[in-house]
Structures are given as structure tokens and as C-alpha cells.
């Protein structure tokens, strides 16, 4: 990784589906050197996937929750079980391991608080090993940057 691979991490995380010719430009590279330093960065694992952001109330959903669980063991086939049902609930779009006063914090999205009661009664109750759920409710989402623009802030200037 140099400057310019950080460069092209940037202007990809802030538009991902810029042309390559784009991307180029503005990280000073030909259009086939950039194509193969972008391949090369996604072969490499430091490009995971390219995704879409959505605009969740638009779509219908208006409450986001992020859940604290606390699990009864944090024995690693425990963790395992917890994690895989974790993994079959829509609804469910993060689950962190985290450290703290809890186990795993999960980030939820719902179309309204009867949909988040009825995910919470019907399928959170319901998980492996959980003894304690507490939930908290996002009332605004603030603006931050990307991952790019947060670890690599002065490439691409």
C-alpha cells in the first residue's frame, strides 16, 4: 500500500461506481495502470465488495435499534450458536462482538416499533444463550465520514 493505493481507496469510497477513467485522473495514473492497482487491491482482500446506500425510510423503514446482549457463557461454541441464529434473522444488518458490559451489540432495522416488538418477542427471546437484551433507538443518524476518508485523510489532495 502507497499513496496512491490510499488515493484510490479514497475516491472509490466516495463514489464507487466513478469510471475508472475518474479515478485515474484524479490519482494521476493512466487508466490501465489504476485498473490493475484497483484488481490488485481487491485480490489483496483491502477491497472487500462495493455496496449501495440505501435510503431506509424511503424503503419503509423507520426505526433503527442498536441492541446490547448479554449472553449466560462466552464459552467459543456458545458464541458460535449465538452467532449463526443471529445470521438467519432479517432484520439483523450488524452484530459486533464487543467488549464492555455486554456481549454483542446488533444494529436493527424496522419498519415501525410494532415491527421491532414482534422481531424482539419473536426471534431476539429467542436466541441462544441470551440473558439480557437492551435496546436503544436511533433517533438521527449524524453524518460521518467513510472508512477511507477516516484512515486515510490527506490522500488523494
Known sequence: MDRIDEAILKQLSL?????????AGQV????????????????????????????????????????DITLGTEVGEDLARFEAAVAQIDGIVECALVSGGYDYRLKILCRDLDDYERLHREEMGRLPGVVKISSSFVLRAVPTRSEANALFPAAGR
Open 28 to 67: 494521476g495514473l493512466s487508466q490501465s495502470a489504476c485498473t490493475r492497482r484497483i484488481q490488485a487491491l481487491e485480490a489483496s482482500g483491502h477491497i472487500l465488495g462495493y455496496s449501495a446506500r440505501l435510503g431506509l425510510r424511503r424503503l419503509g423503514y423507520s426505526v433503527t435499534a442498536m441492541v
Open 15 to 23: 463514489n464507487a461506481r466513478a469510471p475508472v477513467s475518474q479515478i
